[in-house]
């Protein structure tokens, strides 16, 4: 199901526990809440132990199936905007890990100064709720100064309001590595389809 939160705008995602949850999994192991009135709760995570033997036998990854676009060849520079800083720095890994260079921003209005200031920016993700100004406020701010940049908006809110992010990528949170892979080419393939028009 679509991830939501209950929480104000500024006061986190409520991705916490889902992070934790997915790289738990993403790493082969689990999860465990243990929580009971009055004594408190338990947290474990469990992850498996990598013995000598495991160690030197190279491991077989599921091959998946080629994705419909083609992920992007060259190292982009890219500013990642969110109010969460856990969730900033989570984006950041996985973008490093992509290979890209990222420029942090920990809200819309630093974002349009970073802007302001870089025109070597090649594609910017935002979150959607943040104080002051929405991601979707930075996204139409970002339309009419800098069209020719390339969006995507992740968010956590199953519903945005109308016309917020109208045609532009969307990434729901939380993410996996491959999905922000995807994204991100998708967001370059439109660049390129646009430029050519």
Known sequence: EPFFTTKGVGKGTGLGLSMVHGMAEQLGGRLALDSRLGKGTTVEIWLPAAGSAAAAEPVQLPVEPKAEV???????????????ALVLMNTTALLEDLGHRVIE???????????????AVD??????????MTGAQLIAEVGQRWPKLPVILATGYADLPAGA????????KPFWQADLEKAVAAAMVRRATAAAA
Do not use: C, F, K, Y
């Not at 083609?70 to 969460?84: G, H, I």
């Not at 992010?165 to 729901?172: A, D, P, Y």
């Open 165 to 172: 992010g109208v045609g532009v990528l969307r990434l729901n």
């Open 105 to 119: 921003a920990s809200s819309a209005r630093e974002a349009l100064a970073l802007l302001e200031g870089d025109d």
């Open 70 to 84: 083609e992920l992007t060849a060259r190292p982009l520079t890219v500013l990642a905007v969110d109010d969460d």
């Open 123 to 132: 594609l910017l993700i935002t979150d959607h709720a943040m104080p002051q």
